[in-house]
Nanobody, 121 residues
Framework: QVQLVESGGGLVQPGGSLRLSCAASGSIFSINAMGWYRQAPGKERELVAI???????IYTPSVKGRFTISRDNTKDTVYLQMNSLKPECTAVYCC???????????????WGQGTQVTVSS
């Protein structure tokens, strides 16, 4: 089992920034990548970004150039730096642990509790 604990959500004005954190513990040897998903009201869950153990990062097109996913292996923590936030970024953001092979991320059933990000003036 892998446990994930998130922090860092909140309310921010359009154009502002937030940084989300996701600390992993448990059987982290069983995963080799982590990702951030988001789900806005009335919409399907969307994969926002992933980072693999080797450093490969992938972003959904709508956040490229604005969001940065990174990791601190000494702390088993993944971060999502979100800049130039837009109202359409408003969603519950969830951390996920999974595997990355051949350019494809497969999330496993390891989820954080979710953190609300609200972008509004």
């Amino acid at each position: 089992q892998v446990q994930l604990v998130e922090s860092g959500g909140g309310l921010v004005q359009p154009g502002g920034s937030l940084r989300l954190s996701c600390a992993a513990s448990g059987s982290i040897f069983s995963i080799n990548a982590m990702g951030w998903y988001r789900q806005a009201p009335g919409k399907e869950r969307e994969l926002v970004a992933i980072i693999a153990n080797g450093g490969t990062t992938i972003y959904t097109p709508s956040v490229k150039g604005r969001f940065t996913i990174s990791r601190d292996n000494t702390k088993d923590t993944v971060y999502l730096q979100m800049n130039s936030l837009k109202p359409e970024c408003t969603a519950v953001y969830c951390c996920n642990a999974g595997n990355f092979y051949s350019g494809h991320y497969t999330g496993r059933d390891y989820w954080g509790q979710g953190t609300q990000v609200t972008v509004s003036s």
